[in-house]
């Protein structure tokens, strides 16, 4: 998946000092009886061989080579397959960007840990994928079947060396691992022994953490806050016979997600209905392609100071060179070691014309608030409020008064185009005579009906003018 900000390199995977603190057994260090290396045994199992390319290509074959003190679960060819199935990304152009996605991918199979399939309660172990803003490690759950159990080997030991000289307890057989997204994954085979005590196990489904999908669509169907983003990338794709969701997918940057509930906030301040052209643009001003195609330019990345890349450029502002359209400017604050940064983005407000700020409230599928461009605004009052037009506002309210009517509210409802005079217009101009219906005559002269046959700027848009 290359269309938003999911991926983390091999530098940027910080693991945790203590994998886990409850005390555990497992082979004894060194695993005499271990010969064979993690990668030997994973190169030359066939049912492996496509997870292998896969390790290869990031580079972990070369980790896996010595001794192994951790836990792999890896997929089997099938389980690659189905998984590969699902991205609908092109992702043959940015293999740097593709790459980084794998690595984070399999980082969440490396159990930090020698976790045989044999434990003594069901227990959630630390892998060696860390979103690098939040405060925890990911995890994967071991499940096990109280009704199928052993006395530990002998050849096992505590993890604690206060506990070595304690005899071997009874352990459970683990039947399942079950993953951050509550997929329960079976195993294709258990307890594979290598070099250093590690253990390898296959699994019959890719292990997903709760930050990782192979698209857009799937990580809509996970999260219920991108839900509404995903149907009205649908509607406006359909209206606009596009396909909005594939210009995501196929091109790496960052999306900034509005939740559902900010969408719902939106529409309860909308007095008109948004064009699908006006909606495209609102979406467009969520997604900052990545500069370059560059890998850094992933705004997953510790945010940077570097106007390369932040402030973003949004596709908006790529679509409208000419605009002049501010970009997005992501910041974040340490708050210590065990607690997660927080985490902003600052950003042009449209119903107030000045800088508006909201807060990234999930990480790595990355939701903020709703955000809006400078030239999108909800409704005609919002522009009028936020921009250079308070001298036409005190008009429309005297008209208001005086006729016992809403000017405005009938100029929400009806698609067309304002010719809306500035301050600057108004210098000069003595209407202390005009009574409420010449003023609503003048009014009306600058707005052009949709259904008129000439159009002063374009359909369903507004002109500023210099004068009445």
């Not at 790529?318 to 065990?338: E, Q, V, W």
């Not at 990234?360 to 809006?372: E, K």
Request: hydrophobic share 40%.
């Amino acid at each position: 998946m290359t269309g938003s900000a999911s991926a983390l390199g091999l530098d940027d995977i910080n693991k945790p000092t203590k994998p886990d603190s409850k005390p555990h057994v497992y082979p004894k260090d060194g695993c005499g009886t271990c010969s064979t290396t993690a990668w030997a045994y994973i190169s030359s199992t066939p049912s492996l061989s496509a997870v292998a390319g896969l390790l290869q290509t990031i580079g972990l074959d070369k980790a896996l080579a010595g001794p192994f003190t951790g836990t792999l679960a890896l997929p089997t060819n099938e389980a690659v397959a189905a998984y590969v199935a699902q991205i609908t990304a092109d992702t043959a152009p940015y293999p740097d960007v593709f790459n980084n996605f794998l690595t984070k991918l399999l980082n969440y199979h490396f159990i930090l840990r020698s976790a045989p399939a044999w434990q003594l309660d069901t227990i959630a172990l630390s892998t060696r994928y860390r979103n690098p803003w939040t405060a925890g490690p990911h995890t994967v759950t071991f499940v096990v079947d109280k009704d199928i159990s052993k006395r530990a080997p002998g050849d096992w030991q505590w993890s604690r060396k206060s506990m070595h000289n304690r005899p071997m307890p009874r352990v459970y057989a683990v039947t399942h691992i079950v993953d951050e997204q509550g997929n329960e994954v079976t195993f294709a085979s258990k307890d594979t022994f290598v070099l250093g005590g590690g253990v390898i196990h296959s699994v019959n489904a890719v292990l997903n953490a709760n930050d990782i999908y192979p698209s857009h669509t799937a990580s809509a169907n996970s999260i219920p806050e991108k839900e509404t983003l995903l149907d009205l990338i649908t509607q406006v794709s359909a209206a606009l016979n596009i396909s909005m969701l594939e210009q995501l997918e196929d091109r790496p940057g960052t999306i900034l997600s509005p939740t559902s509930e900010a969408f719902a906030k939106l529409q309860g301040e909308l007095t008109i209905t948004p064009t699908p052209q006006q909606l495209y643009d609102v979406l467009a001003y969520h997604f900052c392609p990545s500069p370059d195609n560059s890998v850094k330019g992933l705004l997953y990345f510790p945010f940077t100071k570097n106007k390369k890349y932040n402030p973003c450029k949004t596709l908006l502002a790529t679509n409208k060179p000419t605009a002049g359209l501010p970009g997005l400017l992501f910041s974040n604050t340490p708050t210590g070691l065990t607690t997660p940064q927080e985490l902003t983005v600052t950003y042009l407000n449209g119903l107030t014309g000045g800088q508006g700020t909201s807060n990234i409230v999930l990480t790595g599928i990355t939701t903020p608030l709703v955000l809006q461009p400078n030239d999108i605004f909800p409704s005609l009052a919002a522009v009028l409020a936020a921009m250079d037009f308070s001298d036409l506002s005190g008009v429309l309210q005297q008209i208001d008064a005086g006729l016992n009517i809403t000017v405005l509210a009938d100029l929400e409802k009806t698609p067309g185009t304002l010719a809306a005079p500035t301050n600057e217009a108004f210098i000069g101009l003595d209407l202390s005579g005009a009574d409420a219906a010449t003023l609503l005559r003048i009014v009306t002269y600058h707005f052009c009906p949709d259904t008129q046959p000439w159009k002063l700027v374009v359909r369903g848009g507004m002109a500023s003018t210099g004068r009445l």
